[in-house]
């Protein structure tokens, strides 16, 4: 019961701060929305969110594999892990395990970790051998190739995710100019080809909506 008063909470903060820039409202609502229980969802929750992803997003693209996968995307708005979250707990009632950056540890390790689920980038083989372990557990993990926002460094951990747990890898490209959400075919990393070469390959075929 505590638990789900604290997850309602936040999502109430995450919403007001969606229009107040001192408050980190995205990561409040997929917090919060991550605490409840995704099957019993109050109505005062779940419609209000529903109706921001279709105001945002309207069309989406193909079908959600089975579990155990990686999901790749492009990373241009902090609404990118909200819209990836929604689509796999209505459709799959699983949650998404993003690595996430250390700016958000001010939630606390019990808010970031344990109830929405984050895999927190404190230290890299650390998090890398938490993905790992999720990944083996038949669970799904999010990972945004090019880091922060506007970055150009492309990382290949997705790669070495996908090859060394034998794990397909999701491709979705969200395209906030024509409000669309792509999920693109299953994709089989390559142990003979250069990993940030596949991984510009993924990024390169996400855009083609």
């Given amino acids: 019961m505590l638990k789900q008063i604290i997850g309602i909470s936040l999502i109430v903060l995450g919403i007001i701060g969606l229009f107040l820039p001192f408050l980190q409202g ?9 605490m409840l229980n995704v099957k019993k969802v109050h109505p005062f929750i779940r ?8 105001l945002k997003i309207k069309r989406t693209y193909g079908t959600l594999p089975k579990p155990p996968f990686i999901v790749v995307s492009n990373h241009n708005s ?6 990836i979250s929604y689509l796999i707990i209505t459709n799959l ?5 993003f690595i996430a950056s250390p700016t958000w540890s001010f939630l606390g390790k019990t808010i970031c970790e344990k109830w929405a ?3 927190m980038l404190y230290d890299r083989k650390e998090a890398y ?16 190739p090019e ?10 951990g997705a790669i070495r995710l996908a090859l060394d747990t034998k794990t397909p890898i999701l491709p979705i490209h969200i395209d906030y100019l024509s409000k669309s959400l792509a999920i ?7 142990r003979n080809v250069n990993y940030r070469k596949q991984m510009l390959e993924i990024l390169s075929k996400n855009q083609k909506v």
């Fill in 184 to 190: 693109k075919e299953l994709y089989r990393a390559k």
């Fill in 26 to 34: 995205i990561l409040l609502i997929i917090v919060g929305y991550g």
């Fill in 129 to 144: 051998s938490k993905a790992k372990e999720y990944v083996q557990q038949g669970k799904i993990v999010g990972i945004f």
């Fill in 117 to 119: 689920g984050c895999i």
């Fill in 78 to 83: 902090l609404l990118d892990p909200l819209y």
């Fill in 93 to 97: 009632n699983k949650k998404i395990h």
């Fill in 147 to 156: 880091g922060k926002l506007g970055s150009n460094c492309i990382k290949i």
């Fill in 47 to 54: 419609y209000p969110l529903k109706l921001l992803y279709y």
